[in-house]
């Protein structure tokens, strides 16, 4: 899996999983039980994952919708 986008901001990473969900990639959020450890104050971000073979065409559809990505990685 590779980690598409990074933010703090929760409706982002729903808006995102609609998206790809409409294209029909499947995506996982990570570090969603954060709040309970930060209080919920939000100032640890959360991840959507997709698999690697999916990761080119979800980056993408976010681009298509202007929600910045996190960085290419190696």
Known sequence: MKELLRTTDP???AFAQALLQ??????FP?????????????IFPRRLM??????FIAR????DNDIPCSPPSN
């Not at 993408?60 to 681009?63: G, N, S």
């Open 11 to 13: 409706t982002v990473i």
């Open 22 to 27: 409409g294209e029909g990639i499947t995506s």
């Open 30 to 42: 990570m570090d969603v039980h954060m709040s309970i450890l930060e209080g919920g104050i939000g």
């Open 50 to 55: 997709v698999a690697d073979a999916d990761h």
């Open 60 to 63: 993408k559809v976010m681009e």
